[in-house]
């Protein structure tokens, strides 16, 4: 009877058991309610194919898409004491700590890495918002500083993917000192005339967005981003007035101002490519680039063309206000016969 119980038995249950599915195995676009298979979304860099939904994209992802076949070297990061106010709400941070290090398999917000990109030596750093909202605290600020003063010792351009919801609050005045800590190495990279280049995802909030994250030469923003200081809800009860339709999204930034290109996740790697090249004046490599910018398919001009096109535009003015004076000017008394 025991080696019924023992054996017989456990196999038959084991064979009738239902099986389980994979929570992720079904995502659903937030946008049309699509349901996709997690496979096909993540082979699409995380955008739903119908919609073209940016969903939000892990490190490790972004990592693999941005270097040339996928390899890097990440950079070993400074390590800082987990809980130093001894923070406690309704759960003790050091538990919040452990528990999103092991659901994302990182040690905090924010991953920093060197390796190639077309074949130009780059240094980035990337948020990772599984990991407490991608929230900045001491240790996301040491990896920042310590990405970017990499970028300098190497003399190579820093890349920035923002993500987060700003300063972590468990660890209070001393998550807020970051912010001015980093302006300090966004100064050092300015100072060795490297290129900084920001992109900003979905959402960049809070203190990240009042520092380093809007003090790029270039700012670029992934489609439908959420960006800016506090959240369109806390403003709508603080003004007491509806906000416009999409503010604080990229596509309205982008009228307004506050970045300069929106530019769609499958030509992000293109694009940071050639802005590298451009700023460090490198040769560009030839070949077509289609970019999504302002909702319009457009392409990404060499700096020869640009000058070539406002040649051609002052040329035309300049024809054209001859033209206008010509016709202004009084005819001429011609001499009697």
Known sequence: MNWINKHVRPKIQRILRKREMPDNLWVNCPQTGQMIYYKDLEANQFVVPASGYHMRMNSKSRLKTLFDEGEYET???PTVVDDPLKFRDERKYSDRLKDARAKSGMNDALVAAKGKLDGLDIVTAIQDFQFMGGSLGRAAGDAVIT???SAVES????ILFAASGGARMQEGILSLMQMPRTT??????REAELPYIVVLTNPTTGGVTASYAMLGDIHIAEPGALIGFAGPRVIEQTIGEKLPKDFQRSEYLLEHGMVDMVVHRHHMRDTLSRLCRMLLHKEMLERPQEHLFDGRKTELALPSEITHANDVEHKQAQELSESKAAEERPEESKPDA
């Open 184 to 189: 300090i190495a966004v100064q050092e990279l």
């Open 75 to 77: 950079l070993e990061l």
């Open 147 to 149: 990405a970017m003063r």
């Open 155 to 158: 003399m190579v351009p820093f």
